[in-house]
């Protein structure tokens, strides 16, 4: 599975961005999977951010995006989506997106396949 995430840039604290994360997969097989999106801030670990699953859309998010970011998918354009808002500087990372054929909202990194990452930056 190859996954193309896009749609980061630079924005003011308090403001929206919208990530996008495309699949080269057919509909079918994209519908089937897992996606999750985690980010990486300058020297530190890469870490979870939300999770979307395949089989009944459950949404989860870490504490420190809940209430501000939320998850959802397009099956049908085989993207799912991570809708920022109330953007804070330490929002501020490369953001990637994961997919994975396995139905557990998983948090951890253990993802069978992972997109090039687009850049968040958020200016107090």
């Known amino acids: 599975v190859q996954l193309q995430a896009c749609g980061g840039g630079l924005v003011q604290a308090g403001g929206s961005l919208r990530l996008s994360c495309a699949a080269a997969v057919s509909v079918r097989s994209f519908s089937t999977y897992t996606i999750g999106w985690f980010r990486q801030a300058p020297g530190k670990e890469r870490e979870f951010v939300a999770v979307i699953g395949w089989i009944t859309g459950d949404r989860h998010y870490a504490d420190s995006v809940k209430g501000r970011f939320t998850i959802s998918r397009d099956n049908a354009e085989k993207t799912v989506y991570l809708q920022m808002s109330s953007l804070k500087p330490e929002d501020t990372a490369v953001y990637f997106c994961?997919?994975?054929?396995?139905?557990?909202?998983?948090?951890?990194?253990?993802?069978?396949?992972w997109g090039q990452g687009t850049l968040v930056t958020v200016s107090s």
């Open positions: 994961a997919a994975d054929s396995s139905p557990q909202l998983r948090t951890s990194l253990n993802y069978g396949y």
